[in-house]
Each structure stands twice: as structure tokens, then as C-alpha cells.
């Protein structure tokens, strides 16, 4: 009797121990009270940071001249812009707005200055979820999944809606 060890058959496989994806599908799984689960598009950054006291971050929301209203955004770092109220941090009901639209994200970035020492700031960013329809900065489309360091100032659309945000830095006083 033969062994098997020249046999053409018998594929030798070693273990794969790359990333499938399995683990971070589960752990990014909301459980609904009703058994449901929502998957998560966005997973904050190691940088992300709540912006300093100091730095009084403000959203004023518009519809045509009238400002209907405004969110403090210095209380955390991440604010998922979006229609599944379960989960997001600003409920948007428009129609053309995804599920989970957008993020603002505050994060923590260091640049050396003309000296070579590091000096970190905690900055607003932008950035879509590869949404159905779109985020727009001052009238702009924004590319999906990418940052868009934000400005005082900066008005922001979400999908097809007439509202705008318009991000606003509170005056030192």
C-alpha cells in the first residue's frame, strides 16, 4: 500500500491568517430591540480627538433664510449625519439623504513647524460615506471616503436637501 505523500491529489494548504473582514463585520453590528442588527460604515480614527474647550464649535442649520437650528459640536468628536435614527448622532430626514450619510469628525494632527517641533491641533473634517447622493462643501461635491479638513465657516449639503449646515468657530471672548 502507497502513501499518499507523492499523490497529486492531496493539495498542501497553509493557514491564511489575513484579515477576512469576519471579526470587524460583527463588531461593527448594532443590536436593535428588535433583533435587527445595523451595520456601521464608519469606525472613528486613532487621531480622533473632542475638540478643546477653548475651540467652540457650532453647526447653524438653514432652510432658505430661516435658522431652524444649532448643534454644539465641541461635546464630542464624531457626529454620523444621517436617516437611521437608531444610530446616528444628526438625524436627517430627507429623502436623498443615505442611511449613513456623512461624518464630521474632529481629529488631532501634528505638523512640525519652521523650528522642526511638533504642534497638534484638533480640526473639524468632512467626510461621506459613499452616499447615494452626495455631501457638499460651499457648493462643491466632495469625493467619497475621503477627509476635507472643514473651516470656520464652511456651509455643507446633504444629498438633495435645501438645508445647510453652517459650521461656525464661536469668538474667543
Known sequence: MGSDRGSPDRVSRK???????????VSNAVQQADGSTITLKYHEPPEARKPPSKD?????????EDALDTIPLSARSCWLVGREVA????????????KQHAV??????????EFGDRVGRVKPYLIDLESANGTFLNGNK?????????????VIK???STREYVLMLAPKG
Not at 15 to 25: E, H, I, R
Not at 56 to 64: A, M, N, S, T
Open 158 to 160: 446633504f444629498g438633495h
Open 56 to 64: 467652540d464649535w457650532r453647526l447653524f442649520v438653514f432652510k432658505g
Open 87 to 98: 444610530i446616528v448622532d444628526m438625524p436627517a430626514e430627507h429623502p436623498s439623504i443615505s
Open 15 to 25: 493557514p491564511n491568517f489575513g484579515t477576512s473582514g469576519v471579526l470587524a463585520a
Open 142 to 154: 466632495v469625493a467619497e471616503s475621503r477627509y476635507i479638513e472643514l473651516r470656520d465657516k464652511d
Open 104 to 113: 464630521i469628525q474632529f481629529r488631532y494632527i501634528e505638523k512640525r513647524n
